[in-house]
Structure formats: C-alpha cells, structure tokens
C-alpha cells in the first residue's frame, strides 16, 4: 500500500508573512503636558530640560535607575542589560550607570491602583552612599489589567469588557516628572516578545527621557518620521525581522549630539528621587503627579520630607495632578517680598502652579499666619486669595470660619462669615457637607466661639457614632439652601462652633443642633406650601 505523505501548505506560510507585516507595536508617549493648549510651551522646554540631567556629566555625574515592577511583569536580564547598553552609550556619566531591580509588588496590592499611584508608593531613590548625588531615572513595569485607572476606552461607547481587553501603550512622561511606566500586557509573549520586541519598546522609552525627539521634522507625539529609527511611533514586527529599527537614525544621534552642546541646567536637580527645579523666591519639587512649592529658604530634607509624605499616601486608582504650597515664616515677615512671588507664580512656566498657584498659595499663608495668631493677616490673605479669584470656594470657607470663630472679637464678623460661607456652599451647589458646617457655625452668635454647649444642645443630643457624623451631616444638611432658614432657631447652632475640630460628646451636641435646624426648616418649607 502507497502511503500518501499529506501535501505540505503554502498558505500557512503566506499567512504567517501577512500577519508579521501588519503587526506593530505603538508608543503612547504625551507631548509633554500643556503643549496643546498652552501658547507658552517653549518656555516650559526652555526651563524644563531633566534629559540634560541624563546626558551631561555635571550636575550629576553618575546615573541610577530604579526598576519597580509588578509581580508577573519582572523584566528579565537580558532586557535590563539592552538598557544599560543604550544609557551607556548615549549619557556621558564618568562615575557610571546603575540599573538596579528595587520591589516587586504584589498582585493584590496592585489591584485597582494606578501606575502613577503605585509609582508614588514604591519609587525609593538611590541609595545612600558617600559619592556625588546621582541623576535618577525611575521605569515601572506594571499589568494595566490590574489598574482600573489605566484601562480607559478609546470610544466613549465602548463597554467596561471592550476597554478592559484594550493594553495601554507603553510611554515614558517629561512633565511633572520623567518616569517610564511599561505596560507588560501590551506585549505578548508570542509573537513580540519572542522577537524582542518588547526590549525595542523600551529602549524606544529610554531615548524619549534623553529627549527625543524634538526637532521640528519630528512627527508627531515626539517620534522620529523614518520608519527604520527606534523612535519611530510603530516598531513593525517586520522590521525587527529584517534588522531595523535597532538604532537611532543620524538625525536622532546628531539631536542627541546636539544636546552635549547645551549648558548644564543651572535651576534643575535631582534630590534622592525627587526631581527641584529653583526660581527665585522660591523651589518646586515633583514626583509622579505631586508638585510641591517652597516659597523662601530650602533645605535638602524638604525633599525627604516630601517625599516620605507621598509615599504615606493611601495609594487609589486617582491620577489627578495635585499641587501643594509651604511658606517659610520668614517669607510672611516682608509683604513686598511677598507680593512679588505671588507675581511670579503668575508666570510660573507649569500650567498648574501658574493658574492655581497665587490663591493656593495665599491660602497657605493664610493657614500659616492663622497658626502663628496673626488673624487679622489672615483675612488679608484670604481677601486677595478671593479677588485673584471669585469661583475660590476654599477661600470663602476659610474666611467664614475665621470670621466666625477667631478668638480674636476685633476680627470676628458675623455678618461676613454668613456672606462667605453662604458663597461657598452656592460654589459647591450645597454638596460639601464641611462648607455647610462653617455656614452653621457663622450662623451662631461670635461671641461665644469659646463657650461650651448650651443645656438646649444637650436636651436636643442624641447618641450618635462617629463614624456616622458625616454620612448624617451630609444627608440632612442639603435641606439647607436658604440662607434665611438659619434665621429660624440660631440659638439651636450656639454649640457649633466649639464642636468644629473637636470630638466626642461636643461633636455629637453639634450634629444633634444642625438636625434640628434642619427639622425646623422642613416644618418651615412646609407651612410656605399650604399657606
């Protein structure tokens, strides 16, 4: 019997080629944060340069990389050895480069947090040696299948199980912070891992923290127009086949040439893992979406300070940018001085401490000379924190609890402390359950802003959890609209004031007066409605 031996197919073949040459992987590397609507981006790339941080020898003259991963997502060495290679070979740093594996996160810690969040809990710095101070490049490898924030649809029609199955592309970010945060699932092992692709993806991140690209032939997104360069926005799986995209084109390198030409940065420096840009008057520190601005004398432990007090943060799927302000007491003794890094916040070339800056700013002080029993500073501060801008709900709050509450009875004014917090609660359409407790208290007599409750308080106090305080406040204070229902049983709320800030059974008293307020202004509404 003749055996037939089975034909061998020539479309299995055909079909693996088709499907290599439409394979890529793509970088979702941002220009860098307000280049889209900011007119005044060239000043941010003029005064934000940290890839010169990388490349020079001086200020730093030696480089560490931290690499953070979660588990299941650990780089291997042959990866982490493709970056040394590419750092060595571009960054001038006489003293040398260390890449060195720092945690490995848990799976379930992870879990429902996001890269940036998880960057700010596990990001350490370099270790403490007696050598110069290096420049420090931080690189996460993480699964965005466990970030919930990470996971977003491309279309806004899309369902949770579309965008859930959509990997989020590598990409390495300039501003606030340069960091490279990798996305493991958007490489399979086969076929891209298997061919090294993931390793092009991340020299391909490396290159954007050195700075590239930026020429004005760059297409965009900071990606290099030829098809053949490492920085080109696809890596085709076909290329890498036939031996490109493993270098920089002679553009790229001579950008990179270039660069070795520009001066050493004289207002940006590392601190441990916290990158310092200095202007006068005052620091900005950053780490992964966290600003923090020193107004007057700096310290190196500001920047330990700061950086203990991000990583103590509850890590969420929040990747909001947020920005903090401190004012050094010696700053609040010269009002010119004072005035004059409010006008420079103004021109503050990030977009974030440009806007909010001046106001948050002089809340700090606020808070500060509040601290200090200096009041009547206080409302100042607060004053032109509200004419710099009228829609400032904190603003308005912390002034009414001034006004209301100040020990101080020169300052007290109990008329404006009802105006100011009715403002604040009207900004926040009566949905923070904090403004419409200042609003209660600024409804009390000022003169007993020390006094204990009254023995109406207590009748009225029933036995109420703490932890049940807010949850009972916010759902029976949004009853309260109508400045004029106040009017009603102010001397109810006399109790307020002293329970703000405090605990236990004055606390209680205080809810227990805000609810019959609110009985009252119910039983008022009601009679408006038959009558």
């Known amino acids: ?32 944060r307000l280049s889209q609507v900011d007119p005044g981006i060239a000043q941010v790339l003029e005064l934000w340069k940290p890839h010169l941080l990388y490349l020079l020898p001086s200020p730093h003259s030696r480089l560490y990389v931290e690499v953070d991963a979660v588990e299941g997502c650990v780089p291997n060495q042959a990866a982490l050895q493709k970056l040394r290679d590419f750092l060595s070979k571009y960054c001038n740093k006489p003293d040398g480069i260390e890449i060195v594996r720092s945690d490995v996160i848990p799976i379930e810690t992870a879990r429902g947090i996001s890269e940036k969040a998880l960057a700010r809990k596990y990001v350490n710095g370099p270790a403490k040696t007696t050598g110069s101070p290096p420049a420090f490049m931080y690189v996460l490898f993480y699964n965005d299948a466990l970030c919930k924030a990470s996971v977003k649809a491309e279309h806004s029609r899309a369902s949770a199980a579309q965008s859930s199955r959509r990997a989020a592309k590598p990409y390495a970010e300039v501003l606030p912070y340069p960091a490279i945060y990798f996305n493991t699932r958007y490489f399979p092992w086969f076929p891209w891992r298997f061919c090294g692709m993931d390793k092009k ?10 700075g590239l690209v930026t020429r004005s032939t760059s297409a965009p997104g900071r990606h290099c127009p030829d098809r053949a360069c490492l920085m080109n926005a696809d890596i085709h799986l076909r290329r890498v086949l036939l031996g490109q995209q493993k270098e920089l084109c002679l553009q790229c390198a001579a950008e990179l040439a270039q660069s070795f030409t520009q001066p050493s940065p004289s207002n940006l420096r590392f601190v441990d893992s916290v990158v310092v840009r200095s202007e006068a008057g005052y620091n900005v520190l950053s780490l992964p979406d966290r600003l923090c601005v020193i107004v ?14 991000i990583r103590a943060e509850t890590p969420d799927a929040n990747q909001r940018l947020r920005v903090d ?39 700090a002080c606020a808070d500060r000379y509040g601290a200090l029993g200096q009041y009547t500073n206080a409302v100042d501060m607060l004053h032109r924190a509200i004419l710099l801008d009228s829609s400032d709900d904190s ?12 020990s101080d009875a ?7 402390a009802v105006a ?3 403002k604040a609660c009207e900004l926040t359409e009566w949905k923070d359950w904090e403004f419409i407790d200042t609003l209660a208290a600024a409804c009390a007599k000022p003169a007993i802003s020390n006094a204990p ?17 807010r949850r009972r406040c916010e759902s029976d204070c949004r009853s309260m609209k109508c400045r004029s229902l106040f009017a009603i049983n102010r001397t109810s709320l006399e109790g307020a004031i002293a329970a703000r800030g405090s605990t236990g059974k004055a606390r209680t008293e205080a809810f227990a007066s805000t609810r019959v307020v609110c009985f009252l202004a119910s039983l008022n509404r009601l009679l408006v409605a038959v009558r």
């Open 1 to 32: 019997m003749r055996v037939l031996a089975p034909s061998r197919s020539r479309f299995l073949p055909s079909a693996i080629l088709i499907v290599s040459c439409l394979i890529l992987a793509g970088c979702s590397t941002p220009n860098p």
């Open 201 to 210: 993806g991340l020299l391909h991140e490396a290159g954007h923290m050195l």
């Open 296 to 309: 007057g004398d700096f310290a190196e432990r500001d920047c330990q300070d700061f950086g203990a007090h």
């Open 325 to 363: 302000y401190l004012a050094n007491d010696e700053v609040l003794k010269e009002p010119v001085k004072l005035s004059e890094i409010i006008n420079r916040l103004k021109d503050d070339p990030f977009d974030l401490v440009r806007r909010g800056g001046p106001r948050v700013f002089l809340r």
């Open 395 to 406: 603003s308005y709050n912390q002034l009414a609890w001034i006004r209301a509450t100040c």
């Open 410 to 416: 020169s300052v007290r004014n109990g008329k404006e």
């Open 420 to 422: 100011a917090a009715s």
């Open 453 to 469: 409750s009254n023995s109406k308080n207590k009748h009225c106090a029933r036995a109420i959890q703490p932890s049940q305080n």
